[in-house]
């Protein structure tokens, strides 16, 4: 089969208000400033740049549209409730730190400047990573409309890619090893319900080894271990630990065959089978 590489594009005519614009929010995170205000400034300045430089007025001046006040208001992270907020075992001071960058990246990819942009998005994204995950490896790429539960509880090494729409439930944790690829639509859970009371929730760390890739919208459920090298078919739901080097597809996801660079020790199809 035919070797398709990524081609390299020539810089665009803005090449330069970009860096810049990136190169401003890398050094307030760095310096520590309130995240809070980075993250309504940032998006204020993106979706409503004339009321960037009197926020607290606009959203107080009852001359404007109730639902337009409503709309900058909710520019900040605290004024906004997210989903895990209601969990029982969130930990609220780890979320409130790394709620207004989760803001900022679900949010700027609601907006003209996000939207398909994608270089953009990933230098942005790139940067956030390392301030809401446990743990962030290198050259981390993720596309438009990744969501995630805490965020804090994610740990990636390097040479990550996780493409559009794609689920990352980290409520129980979830580690992300090096050269991983997680495809769109897919799921990766941390947490399930008991099927009689869906009160009843058990947390359980999830593994997706080095090699890893997880292929259009397939699911990994709480607690499975995926093994180095290994591949989680389209549409597949992975119910159980997935060996290494094996394909697995279906639902639940069984191995139908062995990747041809496999190691001897790997064991073979038929063997599989017979289990």
Known sequence: MPIYPLRKLPAL???????????KIAAELKSGSDRALLCRRTLCEIAYPQFASNWETAVEDSKLPLATRLALSALDPCNVTLEPEYYAECDDARFQKVKPLLWLWYSFDRTVLGGQNVELGVQLRRLLA???????????KAFQFVEFSFGYNMEVG???VVHR???LDDRGGISIGNNVSISDFANVYSHTHSIVDQRDVT????RLEDGVRITYHATVLAGVQVGEQ???G????ATKDVRPYHVYVGIPAKSVRV???APVDQGNLTAVKKR
């Open 234 to 237: 389209a549409m597949a739901v």
């Open 158 to 160: 390097d040479n990550c």
């Open 230 to 232: 290994a591949m989680v």
């Open 165 to 167: 729409y794609v689920l």
């Open 13 to 23: 005519p803005i090449a330069g208000i970009d860096s810049q614009w990136l190169e």
């Open 130 to 140: 390392p301030y809401i995950f446990k743990k962030c490896g290198e050259n981390f």
């Open 259 to 261: 990747k041809p660079n």
């Open 203 to 206: 947390d359980a760390p999830t």
